[in-house]
């Protein structure tokens, strides 16, 4: 009896040992998935990271779900790496959740209807999805120039909800789609950055004054 049980003893070890392995190497491939998502983010502008916010919360949270849990079996220079990941989102958190506290709920409505055509964006059908970017354009297009910084406020807030809605309904936009609320999702950041670039402007000029 003694040989079978340590065989049986060796081999539930090794099993063990293996799955640990496997364990490990997993949160090891998650990790480098998370490392590039925060290479890609850290090198975008904080106009595309406020306008995506909302994306971007759901993406760190689907990343970072399983890392969460069983950090303790990272290495410690991976979990070093990890909590650094950390740290930097939360900072990027506290900065662009700040800047939505001011929003009033019915003014944001307001917005959602007039920008988005509905306030119920998180359930705006794919087939429906590129109508609502192009409505949300359009709207800037028309209004910008006279809008002040909260109001961009608003806006981006809006276009962050459908940003978000377009990746939970990605793999069912057809190829036109995609294209389309690309171009689209470009322009708004570009309008955004081309308002920033005019208020720093004014304000190099009121310094010289």
């Known amino acids: 009896m003694k040989g079978p049980l340590k065989l049986l003893l060796t081999a539930a070890m090794a099993l063990l040992t293996f799955s640990m ?23 975008q502008a904080d106009s595309t990271l406020a306008a995506e916010w909302p994306t971007v919360k759901k993406e760190f949270k689907e990343l970072t779900y399983s890392l969460d849990s069983n950090s303790k079996k990272l290495s410690e220079k991976s979990r070093s790496e990890y909590n650094d990941y950390k740290q930097r989102y ?17 003014e944001l409505e307001r917005w959602e209807r007039e920008m988005a055509g509905t306030t119920n964006i998180s359930k705006v059908k794919p087939v429906h999805l590129r109508d609502a970017f192009n409505r949300a354009l359009e709207y800037t297009r028309t209004y910008r120039q006279d809008w002040s910084l909260q109001d961009w406020a608003y806006a981006e807030f809006v276009v962050g909800e459908l940003n978000n809605r377009k990746s939970e309904v990605l793999d069912l936009l057809n190829t036109g ?14 309008l955004k950055k081309s308002r920033e670039a005019k208020d720093a402007y004014e304000d190099r000029k009121k310094d010289k004054r």
């Open 21 to 43: 392995a496997q364990a490990q190497s997993q949160l090891e491939r998650d990790l480098a998935d998370l490392r590039a998502w925060m290479q890609k983010r850290s090198g």
């Open 90 to 106: 939360e900072a990027w958190e506290e900065r662009h959740e700040s800047e939505l506290v001011d929003l009033d709920g019915r």
């Open 177 to 190: 789609d995609k294209i389309k609320i690309a171009a689209l999702q470009v322009e708004f950041a570009t």
